[in-house]
């Protein structure tokens, strides 16, 4: 009898090799008469986006391993390109759309400043590919299944599939980066991967379910970050959405946002799940999620809570099995007050929370495991100002906290606790003045 993993990535490479022969045949069957007139009818749209930064930290501490302390650092001011998006979607046929969206971030990010992320300084700062993606719509002029491909974000939760630059927070909730570290291995979360998903709803019907399930293949650090080793596995993603009243939107879309300004009283609750099989680093790697949006005129509320575990013998292959758990999630709200000629103030309140192992056997297992542990939150308070939706100025104030556990000072199994190319760190307080231009 054949293993059951064995059989499993043979089932799995049969269902992406029918997909691509499919997609093929449909694209062929809908080639047009002759290129002049096709040509004519392709839909071009450009994709831009900016997010500026600037940020005055406080109480951020630096572990000094000589003399086993946090020391403070000074209090800074530092001026940032926190995000920016460029690039292009286009229309080739009326069932097909391919993006591909291109990216420079954190570019003059101090990195003693109490913001997250890395920095992309010097002399020339990396510009580098964010998604690209070729949908199809397989039903013409029907919402019910789709078929993606491409580098993208599997559908999972709610603020890892929002854009930045749609969050009505100063800072997407940092909860997402743990959950796409725990799946994907690396911070941007996005993989390669075929992707269905549809959007189920009788016309004014006041019930909607949107669908999705997707194959990923994340490559974590094996090999320079280009395998998942010896062993190999996919990742298997699943998430279903309920709506009530207005659905988040008319047409099935892997694009997500917070704030409709007004235009939805409706409610969404989403069941998340993803697992994958033995690699070189773990065994099983498994999350599950529920999320939340809730727009009703004025009112916009989100959040979602996350479980994810990992269990194997660890980097290294160390002896017995280990065992690396840990929840987390956010809570925001904001409310839009109309002024005069349409423009909004929203006022924000987010509350983002990370709970992991407190023991140090835990902390040891999940740091064989790579995982995190100890604790981490943050509370974000401020105010948005929308001239027209597409231009969001920001004054936040975002209070941050952790804790190591039993851990010895200098630990570096949270955010809270680390900043890459430093090492371990307390995070401290910032207040925050943000720019957000998108088309």
């Known amino acids: 009898m054949m293993p059951y993993n064995t059989r499993r990535n043979y089932f799995v490479a049969l269902m992406i090799l029918l997909s691509g022969w499919v997609w093929s045949g449909a694209m062929l069957a809908q080639s047009p008469a002759t290129s002049a007139s096709w040509a004519e009818k392709i839909h071009f749209k450009p994709v831009v986006g900016i997010q500026m930064w600037s940020i005055y930290t406080t109480g951020e501490e630096l572990y000094d391993a000589t003399a086993a302390e946090y020391q403070p650092v000074e209090n800074r001011f530092d001026v940032m390109l926190r995000r920016s998006r460029l690039g292009f979607k286009i229309q080739p046929l009326e069932v097909l759309q391919i993006s591909v969206i291109g990216s420079m971030d954190v570019v003059g990010r101090d990195l003693l400043s109490a913001t997250q992320g890395a920095s992309n300084n010097g002399a020339a700062p990396s510009f580098g590919l964010w998604n690209a993606i070729a949908q199809w719509r397989v039903i013409p002029k029907k919402e019910v299944l789709y078929l993606a491909t491409g580098y993208l974000t599997p559908q999972f939760s709610r603020e890892h599939i929002t854009g930045a630059l749609r969050v009505s927070s100063l800072e997407k909730s940092w909860s997402q980066n743990y959950?796409?570290?725990?799946?994907?291995?690396t911070g941007p979360g996005r993989a390669a991967g075929v992707q269905l998903g549809g959007l189920l709803r009788k016309q004014e019907s006041p019930f909607a379910l949107t669908y999705d399930a997707g194959l990923f293949n994340p490559l974590y650090e094996a090999y320079n970050g280009n395998s998942t080793g010896k062993q190999s596995s996919v990742l298997?993603?699943?998430?279903?959405t309920f709506h009530l009243g207005d659905p988040e939107s008319d047409t099935?879309?892997?694009?997500?946002?917070?704030?409709?300004f007004g235009k939805r009283h409706g409610i969404s609750l989403g069941l998340s799940h993803a697992v994958q099989g033995k690699t070189d680093l773990f065994d099983r790697n498994q999350a599950s999620a529920v999320d939340v949006l809730f727009n009703w005129g004025p009112v916009n509320v989100d959040g979602e809570w996350a479980w994810l575990s990992r269990r194997g013998s660890g980097a290294g292959g160390s002896a017995g099995e280990r065992i690396a758990a840990f929840q987390t999630g956010f809570f925001r709200i904001s409310y839009n007050l109309t002024m005069q000629e349409n423009k909004v103030l929203e006022p924000v309140v987010m509350l983002m929370d990370f709970k992991g192992a407190m023991d140090l056997q835990g902390q040891?297992?999940?740091?064989?495991?790579?995982s995190f542990a100890g604790k981490d939150q943050a509370l974000d308070l401020g105010v948005n100002y929308y001239p027209v939706p597409e231009i969001r100025l920001s004054l936040h104030y975002t209070i941050q906290n952790g804790e190591d556990g039993d851990a010895s000072p200098g630990a570096t199994f949270n955010n809270y606790l680390f900043q890459?190319?430093?090492?371990?760190?307390h995070r401290g307080d910032y207040l925050g003045l943000g720019v957000v231009f998108s088309y």
Request: glycine content about 8%; aromatic content about 2%.
């Open 252 to 260: 099935y879309s892997l694009s997500h946002k917070v704030n409709t």
């Open 236 to 240: 298997v993603t699943g998430k279903l």
């Open 420 to 425: 890459r190319d430093v090492g371990a760190i």
């Open 179 to 185: 959950i796409r570290r725990h799946l994907m291995g």
């Open 364 to 370: 040891a297992d999940a740091l064989a495991l790579k």
